[in-house]
């Protein structure tokens, strides 16, 4: 289907050399990249569950603004 759509000026000049690089039509190029995005738009997104020790959470006086004293916490004061 022929239609007009309005394309970045820089991203019309790094599809027309994908399509050169690769030997394909720019519509090709066009069609795989508007494919990709719709495909990537469509996709649930998934739920992540991050693990943790147990622990209660941040400890009582432990400043995360403070760098010096989280590294000496840490043991990285050398």
Known sequence: MRTTV?????????AKVVAARTNRTLGEVVNDA???ALARSSR?????????????????GVDLLDKEAL????????
């Open 44 to 60: 649930k997104p998934q739920r992540v569950t991050l693990e943790t020790d147990g622990g209660s959470g941040l400890q009582p």
């Open 71 to 78: 590294a000496e916490l840490l043991g990285d004061n050398g």
């Open 34 to 36: 508007l494919r990709v």
């Open 6 to 14: 309005t394309i970045d000026d820089a991203l019309l000049q790094q």
